[in-house]
Nanobody, 129 residues
Framework: QVQLVESGGGSVQAGGSLRLSCAVSRYTYTSYTRYCMGWFRQAPGKEREGVATIDSNGGISVAESVEGRFTISEDNTKNILYLQMNSLKPEDTAVYYC????????????????????WGQGTQVTVSR
């Protein structure tokens, strides 16, 4: 069983930056060794979409819409996943979710699927003009 708790959302003007954090708590031993962590978002009236994913080997996939502006990273010693968001745009406004998945088909396909085994509660990011 895994619990994911996001923090760091807020309101910012276009061009600004935010860093999201996701604290990962595992209460039971996970039998699978391959996993992915990722960030997804859902804007009002739109479907959930993948933002960035990272697999257990450190490989990263990033959505084209945020490439060059957003960076996913993790601190395994602290069990925290991060999303550094720079040069924010109004279209980045959404609820951002942290997720973990067995990622059996790879991180890139998981990014596109926007479906996951486990989700956090989400954190709101609002970017104004």
């Amino acid at each position: 069983q895994v619990q994911l708790v996001e923090s760091g959302g807020g309101s910012v003007q276009a061009g600004g930056s935010l860093r999201l954090s996701c604290a990962v708590s595992r209460y039971t031993y996970t039998s699978y060794t391959r996993y992915c962590m990722g960030w997804f978002r859902q804007a009002p009236g739109k479907e959930r979409e993948g933002v960035a994913t990272i697999d257990s080997n450190g490989g990263i996939s990033v959505a084209e819409s945020v490439e060059g502006r957003f960076t996913i990273s993790e601190d395994n010693t602290k069990n925290i996943l991060y999303l550094q968001m720079n040069s924010l745009k109004p279209e980045d406004t959404a609820v951002y979710y942290c997720a973990e998945d067995r990622c059996l088909l790879g991180r890139a396909r998981w990014l596109r699927s926007a479906e996951s085994d486990t989700w956090g509660q989400g954190t709101q990011v609002t970017v104004s003009r």
